[in-house]
């Protein structure tokens, strides 16, 4: 089946993020498709590739990231909300005249309506968020 | 139409357990994750509420949050566990899911 995933909050907040990897993860290994994970208000913050955390705790960036690599998945932030938090594109930090960019890899910045389209394509769409 | 809930905050804390419980149809399936599964703890307040809906619907906890909160063996009778792979055939097998923030 062809699943859509929204996550609404940021890594290490509550759990949200962590449920929505690891759903994600079981999805893919029972063989469905991961239509696009999204994500949106705080979530976007789990696309900077700037996160350095304890060696001994998970690093949910780079968790998504590698999982992104391994399965091709479309992972989407939006772009109101990672403007508003300080996550750029390359492209983004050129057009708003800043002076570095932060995305990290296998992250891509777009609109809400990816969120639309994930919804529309996707059989099913499971949120997680706080 | 038959609808996943999802619930992954506490009934003490917030009122999204009520408030699916308010909501909630007959057929239907309640996923308890995170500190949802609170909501399940035997002899509160939430729990009888929970129980008087399991005439009509599916109450489903994930394994690992309840574990990882010391609460296996804690929950009322007829809550069923399920893994991450479980959650995932919860979302399949029904037409839509709901989450609860």
Known sequence: ?130 | MTMLHTINKSPFERNAFDSCLTHVKKGSAILLIEDGVYGATQGTAGATKLAAAMKDVAVYALQADVEMRGMQGRLIDGVKLVDYGGFVDLVTQHQNTQAWL
Request: hydrophobic share 40%.
């Open chain 1, 1 to 130: 089946m062809k699943l859509a995933v929204l996550v609404n909050e940021g890594p290490y907040t509550h759990q949200a993020s962590d449920t929505a990897y690891l759903f994600t993860r079981a999805a893919l290994e029972k063989g469905h498709e991961i239509f696009r994970v999204f994500f949106y208000h705080d979530g976007v913050n789990n696309g900077t590739r700037l996160t350095v955390p304890p060696q001994d705790d998970r690093n949910i960036v780079k968790r998504w990231t590698e999982l992104a690599e391994k399965h091709k998945l479309d992972l989407v932030v939006c772009i109101a909300a990672a403007q508003r938090r300080g996550i750029l594109d390359e492209n983004e930090a050129k057009r708003q005249g800043k002076d570095a960019n932060n995305i990290a890899p296998g992250f891509r910045i777009s609109g809400l309506g990816q969120l639309i389209e994930a919804g529309i394509q996707a059989d099913r769409l499971v949120t997680f968020g706080d």
